[in-house]
């Protein structure tokens, strides 16, 4: 069966400090892979989106970045965290195909910058 | 703009009765989904619905769509606590190429009292 994992669980982080979240994914190949930002008592918003290795797409312009060194790796990095980087971050996976059916979440990330 | 919006934004009821959120969408759409989150936790998928399908089920779920009206409702019958939940509506928009994004909903909160 397919798992995905996130961590760290929680982080608390001084402004201007850098940020690594790691997501991987099990049982699966080839996933489509997503990054989410869940601000408190808000919806999802889609950071970053990727179809294979090396292969990313962004989806609003802010510090952060991701990479996908391997398929079954994502990572969420940023050089300089800002106030505004707090929130919940959950990463996703989904099969392919043209239109986008299920997407399967990990247990998300607490991030606080103080 | 927001593609999902349900309504209501929160909703409590007691143990036993029947509850039903709203989901309206803007455009074209391939499908439509039906998320769970448990406070502080990922999302959970419940059940999707194809814009050629007016209804399904799942369990004690009760999903329709009207494209017409482009929107969704989700019934939960017959409500435990357990069901105390924030559960969001997500669109894979219809587009020429397909799509690999889901647009989610800022989330409807049930809280379901024992």
């Known amino acids: 069966s397919q798992t995905i994992h996130q961590w760290p669980a929680t982080l608390v982080q001084p402004v201007g400090s850098p940020l690594s979240l790691e997501c991987t994914v099990e049982?699966?190949?080839?996933?489509?892979l997503y990054w989410y930002r869940q601000a408190a008592g808000r919806g999802l918003q889609l950071l970053f989106y990727?179809?294979?290795?090396?292969?990313i797409s962004s989806e609003v312009p802010q510090n952060l970045s991701a990479s996908r060194p391997q398929d079954r790796q994502f990572i969420l990095s940023s050089k300089k965290l800002l106030l505004s980087d707090s929130g919940f971050y959950l990463c996703?996976?989904?099969?392919?195909?043209?239109?986008?059916?299920?997407?399967?979440f990990g247990p998300g990330t607490r991030l606080t910058v103080t | 703009s927001q593609q999902g919006e349900e309504d209501p934004q929160a909703l409590s009821i007691q143990e036993g009765e029947n509850a039903t959120m709203n989901c309206s969408y803007k455009?074209?759409?391939?499908?439509l989904q039906w998320y769970r989150q448990n406070s502080g936790r990922g999302l959970v998928h419940l059940i999707l619905?194809?814009?050629?399908?007016r209804e399904k089920h799942s369990g004690r779920l009760r999903v329709t769509l009207d494209t017409s009206k482009k929107s969704s409702s989700l019934l939960i019958t017959a409500s435990r606590a357990a069901d105390t939940a924030s559960y969001f509506c997500?669109?894979?928009?219809?587009?020429?190429?397909?799509?690999?994004?889901?647009?989610f909903g800022k989330g409807m909160k049930l809280t379901v009292n024992p």
């Open positions: 619905i194809r814009s050629n399908e």
């Open positions: 990727s179809v294979g290795i090396g292969q």
């Open positions: 049982g699966t190949s080839n996933p489509n």
């Open positions: 996703a996976w989904s099969g392919r195909a043209r239109f986008l059916y299920e997407q399967y």
């Open positions: 455009t074209s759409i391939n499908n």
């Open positions: 997500a669109t894979a928009p219809l587009t020429q190429g397909g799509s690999e994004k889901l647009v």
